[in-house]
């Protein structure tokens, strides 16, 4: 009876247990696997938005081009002398992708409707839609889902093109990968020296009173505040004071940089703290017996032993930047974009994802694979945290 | 006496005076500098509060008609819409405690047999391994728990509802949001529970086995009751951050305009995902009443807290 | 002869303890001062006094004089104080930075940048520390990597690159085994010529071997204090006398 009972115990611990290993696995299988054949260099150096241009022939072409060798899924168009795939663009769409361009062909020498300038396409430019004329003065047409095969025989069939949309780019995270960084850069700038600072008054010159244990009960009660809240406060202390010192409008890189900075304090201080804890009194003593200032004591001894305690809260600090969302979605904005600037909109990796998320058609492929980054950097960063805390603790034990 | 002061030739009267300064400058500034990370917390409550209650002090033109919220019905409040605007937090609160108690219903045997396995049970190295593991969940974003929630889990239980024929919004449900937010709960738990556990005296479990009782006995009747209190400091953390929790729940839940509903098929509200949905504008009504839904979400979890520290102390005694 | 300091009727609390009693006699100039008695009885507190580290203690309260030649130490900057009484402790505490860097950091926290002044001073040191032989290969080399014994010399080396009339020992060779001991010993013998040295041991023998006056203490209070041969050849208090014949201690 108690075997059996204890045999039933073991059995579900053993069970709950895997439970986590599950968790993680299919989870690292789903990014993988949607994410892995979009995370390109391509991906992360483009731009979000495309450039489109709205094209037409000069005149009417009657001239016949030689085919090139062409793989399976290549389809020749003999009047202008271009190859033509099937491919999608980085959001998902179906397009016909152009993989070669003859000499002469009229595709060098098209002429921008709107600009009236000369634009010369090149090979990787995706065609969405194509209107054409022919002979006898009919207009047909063909569209980028409609396939590449479809697309080239009935560009056989015309002679000018009147309405062609081409656009090469699109769907890159070039502009949120460095606003992450923008962001990452200035709210260390802001967090980190107040953060150092305000650990090293509380492990160095303040007295063991109650008033203390005020403060430090404070500044832990801002680590249990959800981080929707902070988005809450930058929206309505940091946002308008950005507007009014640096001239933006609504949310922007600086307003998120503060909102991060106060989610990240507890932290910062809480790990310098654990740091300096470590020091030595011994080297403490020493100095001040040698006659140097406090202050010296702390520049010269204190803080160049603190530097492992202040890495692992840069590092610490990085990880939770790069994965934050909700604060940032409030203090930032959701509005993707391709030019970075510090006062205006734009958003992270993450927030990335969450505008990819909240359209009308999820983009999953693109998400897992700026997934794959944000994984891929915070668990670098678990790790040489780890390590750090490993040397810093065989350190304490001498 | 004049070649004895050799010593401190340096240190000449103007030298430490001008130390002795800079010595307190720098006190001070720390000081103030500490003061002003305690004092954020005043802030972030102080301008929520202030901004939040607008809403029922101030009128907001909408359509042409002044509008003002009334406290009351928007603490009851069974409905949540913008046109005609209608907000009441009352069945948000119960969607969100329904969920959140859900998900504790699924979190908390997972993680605290799992830290039990992990400390006493598993194999040096598959412990570590698996805590590792603990470790690495810990350290997901929501947005990627959020993404694989959208993605995966509402297409598993959209599945599930076919089964029981029931039609659910693409599996965008009160189920999707209790399994995301069990799985984010879960590495929280078990760490704390683990760090108990391991806290457990060792003598004592001698002391059982000694006596006749099997490992598993001792592990369940003795390790986990010595460590009840560190896992209930983990459910409390838990519980904070699922109540917490905003971009994942967003992302499944769905946003139902009114309630509650227990029907786990169904889409569901919460407080964060009240707050994060939807966000167009930057002023008005829809805007500043997502600031009072943020004062009853602070409530929520101080409230939350202080009940369940209450209870772990008498359950501790 | 010159007294450095003078302790007048010093009474010292940590909080409610009291731990210094009613204390009172001179240390003299250039001479090895020891002060011995069983641990915890108040001799390092003393000491600690004297450069006022127990500011450091903020539930530390003194009352009485203490005066260094013939200022009270509590009206002189703690600063000032520390530059001309120097401190070596009981544990050898070496920055963890280069042999050569904690020799001249003294120095330059009080300002000394001239480089060559700086090398010149932290040689001449480092020899009167007589360490300068088996480390002058090695100056920019981590002093964490020195023998314990060549870290205290070292110690020591620091607080002579700054010149002080004062050196203050707190059982400098508590830590170390009998040859770097020994060294240590020979040196306080060489130092006593240009220093004023107090050294608090809790070994009886060598404070015998070293000190020119001893100061007994017991409980807080200053039992009997002569010099190092009357105390030890003919103790007045039986007290010291039970102390010193080893019957208890």
């Known amino acids: 009876m108690r075997k059996t009972k204890d045999l039933l115990s073991n059995i579900f611990t053993y069970l709950f247990s895997s439970f986590g290993i599950i968790i993680l696995f299919s989870i690292l299988i789903f990014i993988f696997r949607n994410g892995l054949s979009s995370l390109s260099w391509k991906l992360i150096t483009s731009d979000y938005y495309e450039t489109t241009y709205t094209l037409k022939t000069a005149g009417k072409e009657e001239g016949t081009f030689t085919c090139p060798t062409l793989t399976a899924d290549e389809y020749f168009s003999y009047r202008y002398g271009v190859v033509l795939k099937d491919s999608t663009n980085l959001v998902g769409e179906e397009v016909v992708e152009i993989t070669y361009i003859a000499e002469d062909s009229p595709f060098l020498s098209l002429i921008n409707t709107s600009s009236e300038e000369i634009v010369s396409l090149e090979c990787g430019f995706n065609i969405s839609k194509i209107v054409m004329s022919n002979d006898i003065g009919d207009y047909i047409y063909a569209l980028g889902r409609g396939g590449a095969s479809n697309m080239a025989s009935t560009m056989d069939t015309s002679n000018i093109i009147t309405d062609m949309v081409a656009s090469e780019g699109g769907g890159g995270i070039r502009g949120s990968l460095i606003s992450t960084l923008y962001l990452i850069l200035l709210t260390l700038i802001i967090s980190l020296p107040i953060g150092v600072l305000a650990a090293i008054y509380l492990n160095e010159y303040a007295p063991k009173k109650r008033f203390i244990e005020i403060i430090r009960g404070m500044i832990d009660m801002v680590a249990g505040i959800p981080s929707i809240i902070f988005g809450l406060v930058g929206a309505i202390i940091f946002i308008p004071f950005c507007n009014n010192t640096i001239g933006s409008s609504g949310g922007s890189i600086a307003s998120g940089a503060l909102t991060m900075s106060l989610i990240l304090l507890p932290t910062i201080i809480k790990t310098t703290e654990e740091a300096l804890k470590v020091i030595p009194k011994g080297y403490r003593d020493a100095s001040l017996a040698l006659g140097a200032s406090k202050t010296q004591t702390i520049n010269k001894v204190i803080l160049p032993n603190a530097i492992p305690g202040i890495l692992t809260a840069v590092l610490l600090s990085i990880g939770r930047i790069i994965g934050e969302s909700a604060a940032l979605i409030y203090a930032v904005g959701v509005a993707i974009k391709d030019t970075i600037k510090i006062n205006e909109k734009s958003t992270t990796l993450a927030v990335h994802i969450w505008s990819l998320m909240s359209g009308e058609n999820p983009n999953i492929a693109t998400s897992c694979a700026i997934s794959i980054i944000i994984l891929l950097v915070v668990f670098t960063l678990n790790v040489i945290v780890k390590l750090i805390s490993k040397k810093l603790n065989k350190m304490e034990v001498k | 006496m004049e070649q004895l002061l050799s010593g401190a030739k340096l240190a000449t009267n103007s030298a430490i005076k001008r130390k002795t300064t800079l010595d307190k400058a720098v006190h001070g500034v720390l000081f103030v500098i500490t003061l002003l990370c305690a004092s954020i917390i005043v802030f972030i409550v102080l301008f929520i509060v202030i901004k939040g209650s607008s809403p029922f002090l101030k009128n907001y033109s909408i359509g042409g008609n002044l509008y003002k919220v009334n406290l009351w019905t928007f603490l009851v409040g069974s409905e949540w819409y913008v046109y005609p605007a209608k907000y009441g937090v009352g069945f948000i609160i119960v969607d969100t405690f329904y969920v959140v108690f859900l998900s504790l219903l699924i979190a908390v045997p997972i993680s605290v047999l799992t830290a039990l396995f992990i400390s006493r049970i598993a194999p040096k190295v598959i412990g570590k391994a698996l805590s590792y593991v603990i470790e690495l969940l810990a350290s997901i974003p929501s947005i990627i728990y959020g993404l694989f929630g959208r993605a995966k889990i509402t297409e598993g239980v959209k599945w599930v509802s076919s089964l029981f024929g029931y039609q659910s919004a693409g599996g965008i449900s009160a189920m999707s949001t209790v399994i995301v937010l069990a799985i984010m709960i879960l590495p929280t738990i078990t760490l704390l529970s683990l760090t108990a556990i391991n806290a457990v005296r060792d003598d004592i479990i001698k002391g059982s086995l000694a006596l006749g009782a099997s490992p598993t006995q001792t592990n369940f009747k003795l390790v986990l009751r010595g460590a009840k209190s560190g896992i209930f400091s983990g459910i409390i953390l838990g519980v904070g951050r699922a109540l917490g929790e905003a971009t994942a729940v967003s992302m499944v839940a769905g946003n139902s305009g009114s309630g509650p509903s227990f029907n786990l098929f169904d889409t569901t509200r919460t407080l964060t995902s009240t707050m994060l949905l939807g966000l167009n504008e930057t002023s008005g009504l829809d805007y500043d009443i997502r600031f009072s839904v943020g004062i009853i979400l602070i409530l929520m979890i101080l409230l939350t807290n202080l009940l369940l520290t209450l209870l772990k102390r008498s359950i501790g005694k | ?249």
Do not use: W
């Open chain 3, 1 to 249: 002869m010159n007294n450095v300091f003078s302790v007048k009727n010093v009474d010292l609390f940590y909080g409610e303890k009291h731990v210094l009693k009613n204390v009172s006699f001179d240390i003299p100039e250039k001479q090895v001062t020891a002060f011995i008695g069983p641990s915890g009885c108040g001799k390092s507190t003393l000491l600690r006094c004297f450069n006022r580290m127990n500011d450091l203690i903020p539930s530390c309260n003194i009352k009485g004089e203490i005066h260094f030649h013939d200022r009270s130490v509590q009206e002189i900057n703690p600063i000032e104080l520390r530059t001309r009484v120097g401190m070596v402790f009981q544990n050898p505490n070496p920055f963890p930075m280069s042999i050569f860097d904690n020799v001249a950091y003294g120095p330059r926290c009080q300002g000394m940048k001239n480089k060559k002044e700086i090398n010149d001073l932290v040689v001449d040191s480092l020899k009167k520390a007589s360490l300068y032989e088996e480390v002058k290969d090695r100056l920019k080399d981590n002093a964490l990597g020195l023998s314990g014994g060549q870290q205290q010399r070292l110690c020591i080396a620091r607080c002579i690159a700054m010149k002080p009339e004062v050196i203050l020992m707190d059982e400098p060779t508590s830590a170390l085994d009998p040859i770097a001991t020994l060294k240590i010993e020979e040196l306080i013998n060489v130092l006593k010529e240009e220093y004023t040295i107090v050294i608090v041991t809790h070994n009886m023998q060598q404070a015998s071997r070293i000190s020119d006056y001893t100061a007994f203490f017991m409980l807080g209070e200053v039992i009997e204090f002569s010099s190092t041969i009357s105390l030890f050849k003919n103790p007045k208090n039986k007290k010291t006398e039970d102390y010193i014949t080893g019957r208890f201690g």
